[in-house]
């Protein structure tokens, strides 16, 4: 068996390197490049090399997954797009000696001082916290169990801060903003409540108790007060409409069909009569000039034609006349002697003004009292409408009419008695007045628009066309020519 000489080639050029075989070199550089990323098998033990099979080999598993428990795989895998950012590389930091500087936090370690606490306000925090983490364990217990607080007062507005120690401190270092962000990080319920609970927005009661004279047994003085009550809240309304009807209706005078037929005619035939005796005056003055033309014969009538053809503005010329230096002069003389007048009149006005300081200041002092006056009223009136019925809608609220039984009406006992109030009514007028609900009106039953309905073209039952009877005209004529032939 021979053996293959290797072939000797001539390395004495650059290019004469490039031919030289070194695959074998390049092989065994990437298997000890390998080796160092993934490790060498002689340093790997041998439960990463092999692995023990414990499961019998009668249990068939499942081939198939469910969806479900694809998902649940798919979770605990880590994700594929940060796969590239993981470091599986074996290879050892070339420098072993590296100056890692650790760059030290801004602020505080909370999570030092917790673990290891150095400084007595650090334990007494830590104690804090424990008894917070207690409170906050058996608020979450009581609320797991769903067992409502009966002893509670829901209508009673607490401050969450008196619930967590620390937070309200006497001193005000800490802010009520500060306060709801550690609660909130705490876990604790804090609820934004408006402003207009803190303050009431209507002095209107829940319950107004009924008028004594409304029962259906009450006494005299009662029933009487009641009744003259509902007499003045009439006689407002009846004078306010009397008011209305003077001021609209009744100022104007009753007249007759035929006299406002006549005043019609007059109205539109106002400007007639005038046009009317224009005409005549033009007619006149037309005969008059008619006349002197014919008197004053061929020369005159040249002069007229050439008069009515020149042109003649609407508005006369205007004739620029100059003042003279003399009326100027005396023009600038005035003004100079009335100015000398104002100032003087000014100069006596001060002095007047000087004199009479007492009578300035008392009328000084009674406008600013009559301002300070007016100020008042106005910010009485303001704190007054401040808690009077709102305008929640386009409707005002107008207090529902008191009812009232007539002496005649009254039963004596409840068996008789007429009932004229409901409960439901009073309720929702006092959640109106309240400002709870907006003013409604009833509107009754709604009236639905009447649809004009057409039946489809398919669903027509057959009838007589223009084609039906277009067939039936030509069927017959050519009856009546085959009868011909």
Do not use: C
Request: charged share 40%; no cysteine; aromatic share 4%.
């Amino acid at each position: 068996m021979s053996v293959q000489k290797k072939k000797r080639i001539s390395k004495k050029n650059k290019s004469a390197w490039r031919k030289t075989d070194i695959q074998d070199v390049e092989e065994y550089l990437e298997e000890q490049r390998q080796e160092e990323r993934i490790g060498s098998f002689t340093e790997k033990k041998d439960e990463e090399l092999f692995k023990i099979d414990v499961t019998p080999t009668d249990v068939k598993k499942p081939s198939v997954l469910t969806e479900k428990q694809k998902r649940k795989l798919n979770a605990k895998k880590p994700l594929r797009s940060l796969q590239a950012l993981e470091n599986t590389s074996k290879v050892q930091d070339p420098i072993v000696k590296r100056n890692i500087v650790k760059q030290k936090k801004a602020g505080r370690n909370i999570e030092e001082e917790v673990i290891n606490p150095s400084k007595p306000r650090h334990i007494q925090a830590n104690q804090d916290r424990a008894k917070t983490y207690e409170k906050v364990e058996k608020k979450l217990k009581k609320l797991a169990s769903k067992i409502p607080d009966t002893n509670k007062d829901i209508w009673m507005e607490e401050d969450f801060r008196e619930k967590v120690p620390g937070l309200k401190d006497e001193k005000g270092w800490i802010s009520e903003e500060l306060a709801k962000y550690h609660a909130q990080k705490l876990g604790l319920p804090v609820y934004k409540i408006h402003d207009s609970i803190r303050h009431k927005t209507t002095k209107a009661k829940k319950f107004e108790p009924p008028h004594p004279g409304t029962s259906y047994n009450p006494s005299l003085q009662d029933h009487q007060k009641l009744i003259s009550d509902i007499v003045e809240k009439e006689e407002k309304i009846i004078k306010e409409e009397k008011h209305l009807k003077r001021v609209t209706t009744q100022m104007f005078r009753k007249v007759t069909a035929e006299e406002r037929q006549t005043q019609h005619l007059k109205e539109m035939s106002a400007g007639m009569d005038d046009d009317d005796d224009e005409d005549d005056d033009d007619d006149d003055n037309e005969n008059e000039e008619g006349n002197k033309d014919k008197k004053s014969g061929k020369k005159g009538g040249e002069e007229n034609a050439d008069d009515s053809a020149a042109y003649s503005t609407v508005n006369p010329p205007v004739e620029n006349k100059k003042k003279s230096k003399a009326a100027r002069n005396r023009e600038l003389r005035q003004k100079e002697l009335q100015k000398k007048l104002e100032a003087k009149k000014a100069l006596k006005k001060q002095i007047a003004d000087l004199n009479r300081i007492k009578s300035i200041k008392s009328e000084v002092l009674a406008e600013e009292e009559e301002l300070n006056e007016a100020m008042k009223r106005r910010k009485k009136a303001e704190f007054k409408k401040k808690f009077e019925t709102k305008r929640l809608g386009r409707l005002k609220f107008n207090e529902p009419d008191q009812d009232v039984n007539m002496p005649d009406e009254l039963a004596g006992n409840l068996r008789n008695i007429q009932t004229g109030t409901s409960l439901l009514i009073d309720r929702f007028k006092n959640f109106q007045k309240r400002n709870i609900l907006p003013v409604s009106v009833a509107t009754g039953k709604q009236k639905k628009p009447k649809v004009k309905r057409f039946p489809r073209s398919s669903h027509k039952e057959p009838g007589v066309s223009y084609q039906m009877l277009r067939d039936k005209r030509m069927a017959e004529k050519k009856a009546a020519q085959q009868a011909a032939k």
